[in-house]
């Protein structure tokens, strides 16, 4: 099982900035990658980004320059620093874990989310 715990939400004014930390506990070894989903009233949840254990973060085109995602493998965290915002990224916030485990010939895999924090961005 993994744990995760979002922080950093708030309401702030368009262009300003926010950072959102998630923390990860329990079978952390297992996590592969990490990442940030957002939902917005009425819509899906949707990407924002994604980052591996080891290598390149994958960035949605609709924050890309905006927003920085990284991790920490070490202290098992995860940060979105979100610059510029806009009323349109207003939504729940949720941290996502990919763990997987077990031999190459046989890896099984499971998601994980966090509860969601609440972003707000006033025109």
């Known amino acids: 099982q993994v744990y995760l715990v979002e922080s950093g939400g708030g309401l702030v004014q368009a262009g300003g900035s926010l950072r959102l930390s998630c923390a990860a506990s329990?079978?952390?070894?297992?996590?592969?990658?990490l990442g940030w989903y957002r939902q917005a009233p009425g819509k899906q949840r949707e990407l924002v980004a994604t980052?591996?254990?080891?290598?390149?973060?994958n960035i949605a085109d609709s924050v890309r320059g905006r927003f920085t995602i990284s991790r920490n493998n070490v202290e098992n965290t995860m940060s979105l620093q979100m610059n510029s915002l806009k009323p349109e990224d207003t939504a729940v916030y949720y941290c996502?874990?990919?763990?997987?485990?077990?031999?190459?010939?046989?890896?099984?895999?499971?998601?994980?989310w966090g509860q969601g924090t609440q972003v707000t961005v006033s025109s």
């Open positions: 996502y874990a990919l763990a997987k485990w077990g031999p190459v010939e046989r890896t099984y895999e499971q998601d994980y």
């Open positions: 329990g079978r952390t070894r297992s996590i592969d990658i």
């Open positions: 980052i591996p254990k080891y290598g390149t973060p």
